[in-house]
């Protein structure tokens, strides 16, 4: 016999489909891996009003898709984003009333996966589109935590929570590898780390969102990057994307989603001076990266919330293993993030036609 959660939220055939006039639609799955389902999402104030999905493939994809469109129907995107593949899967689970085989949860496992992926996609591109709602006004309990997967903007994210923040984690993607393969997953905007990143917030039971900025990122960063070599100059792409690019994009989200803070898990503080916020080194000097803030505007300081300023890269490694994060243990990248293989030569001369010269230094 069918569980009441199943009833509630097992659609009929009739009510799946796709939803016209949808703010944000969104797709995940491939035939090979057994299964395609299609997100699409409309909104009513903060709230996701209505919900359609298209599901092929195996028949764990219409069940976890029709469930989780259920889900969403009615409830507040923060609610929304918040839902992990765990719980859709368990869920199903309840719906189905019984056991299911090894095979059978595995497929249940993937398609819960495909579905989450779809409603994160649908959410970022309502925001790609202009379409995503706009708070209310600006709360100061609620903190918007720009995330990479990493261990310090995770730990910085799981800080905040047991601070009772009202927590809300964002990935930025920035740069995609191109057919020469170059990003080898440890970029900080790479698929994998947002899909980490996701998965930090989800296991804190906190919304998290990821916002496609690659275009402006591309015109604005890496042609400045490019651009740069050709003068004979050597540039500090962190620097100039965190002043001119990452930090104001950051800002504008935030007013976006309400939150008067926004948190990075970099090793610096923030401190005043005859009244003024100013940035300072971090606790740990071994560490510190206050250089990578150093062209953010000033006015910019109030907003910043910097978890980690106090904590010395071990300390920070703790209480993420304390906490129960998966990255307490994941290696540091210090590569460009669109150049995750250090291989500057080679992403000049392919990207920018840039030819190495030998000559006088």
């Given at each position: 016999m069918e569980s009441p959660f199943f009833e509630k939220h097992f659609l009929a055939p009739e009510d799946a489909g796709e939803l016209i006039g949808?703010?944000?639609?969104?797709?995940?799955?491939?035939?090979?891996?057994?299964?395609?389902?299609?997100?699409?999402?409309?909104?009513?104030?903060e709230s996701i009003?209505?919900?359609?999905?298209?599901?092929?493939?195996?028949?764990?994809?219409?069940?976890?898709?029709?469930?989780?469109?259920?889900?969403?129907?009615?409830?507040?995107?923060?609610?929304?984003?918040?839902i992990s593949p765990a719980q859709l899967v368990k869920a199903?689970?309840?719906?189905?009333?019984?056991?299911?085989?090894?095979?059978?949860?595995?497929?249940?496992?993937?398609?819960?996966?495909?579905?989450i992926e779809a409603l994160h996609?649908?959410?970022?591109?309502?925001?790609?589109?202009?379409?995503?709602?706009?708070?209310?006004?600006?709360?100061?309990?609620?903190?918007?935590?720009?995330?990479?997967?990493?261990?310090?903007?995770?730990?910085?994210?799981?800080?905040?929570?047991?601070?009772?923040?009202?927590?809300?984690?964002?990935?930025?993607?920035?740069?995609?590898?191109?057919?020469d393969g170059a990003d080898s997953g440890a970029s900080c905007c790479s698929p994998e780390a947002i899909i980490e990143a996701r998965a930090v917030c989800h296991s804190l039971g906190l919304p998290h969102l990821t916002v496609d900025c690659t275009e402006d990122f591309a015109a604005g960063v890496v042609d400045d990057f490019i651009s740069e070599y050709r003068r004979g100059r050597t540039?500090?792409?962190?620097?100039?994307?965190?002043?001119?690019?990452?930090?104001?994009?950051?800002?504008?989200?935030?007013?976006?989603?309400?939150?008067a803070g926004v948190a990075t898990g970099h090793y610096a503080r923030i401190i005043e001076i005859d009244g003024e916020p100013a940035l300072a080194r971090g606790l740990d000097r071994r560490k510190d990266q206050s250089y990578m803030l150093a062209a953010l505007d000033p006015a910019l300081l109030r907003r910043l919330v910097l978890p980690l300023g106090e904590m010395e890269k071990r300390q920070t490694r703790e209480r993420a293993r304390q906490g129960g994060l998966a990255a307490h243990s994941r290696r540091e990248s210090q590569d460009i993030c669109f150049i995750p293989d250090g291989d500057y030569r080679r992403f000049l001369r392919q990207q920018g036609g840039v030819k190495a010269e030998s000559g006088d230094i």
């Amino acid at each position: 016999m069918e569980s009441p959660f199943f009833e509630k939220h097992f659609l009929a055939p009739e009510d799946a489909g796709e939803l016209i006039g949808a703010d944000g639609s969104g797709q995940s799955g491939e035939p090979g891996c057994g299964a395609v389902i299609r997100m699409d999402i409309r909104f009513r104030g903060e709230s996701i009003d209505e919900a359609g999905f298209l599901a092929t493939g195996a028949s764990a994809a219409i069940v976890v898709a029709s469930i989780l469109t259920g889900l969403i129907r009615g409830r507040h995107w923060r609610a929304a984003a918040a839902i992990s593949p765990a719980q859709l899967v368990k869920a199903a689970r309840e719906g189905q009333g019984s056991e299911t085989g090894a095979a059978d949860a595995a497929m249940l496992d993937r398609t819960a996966s495909f579905a989450i992926e779809a409603l994160h996609q649908a959410l970022e591109d309502a925001l790609r589109r202009d379409r995503f709602p706009v708070a209310p006004a600006i709360l100061d309990g609620r903190v918007m935590v720009a995330m990479s997967g990493g261990v310090d903007s995770s730990t910085a994210c799981l800080l905040l929570d047991q601070q009772d923040r009202q927590v809300i984690g964002v990935t930025m993607r920035l740069w995609e590898a191109g057919e020469d393969g170059a990003d080898s997953g440890a970029s900080c905007c790479s698929p994998e780390a947002i899909i980490e990143a996701r998965a930090v917030c989800h296991s804190l039971g906190l919304p998290h969102l990821t916002v496609d900025c690659t275009e402006d990122f591309a015109a604005g960063v890496v042609d400045d990057f490019i651009s740069e070599y050709r003068r004979g100059r050597t540039p500090n792409p962190c620097v100039f994307c965190n002043g001119e690019f990452r930090f104001p994009a950051l800002i504008r989200l935030a007013d976006r989603l309400g939150a008067a803070g926004v948190a990075t898990g970099h090793y610096a503080r923030i401190i005043e001076i005859d009244g003024e916020p100013a940035l300072a080194r971090g606790l740990d000097r071994r560490k510190d990266q206050s250089y990578m803030l150093a062209a953010l505007d000033p006015a910019l300081l109030r907003r910043l919330v910097l978890p980690l300023g106090e904590m010395e890269k071990r300390q920070t490694r703790e209480r993420a293993r304390q906490g129960g994060l998966a990255a307490h243990s994941r290696r540091e990248s210090q590569d460009i993030c669109f150049i995750p293989d250090g291989d500057y030569r080679r992403f000049l001369r392919q990207q920018g036609g840039v030819k190495a010269e030998s000559g006088d230094i």
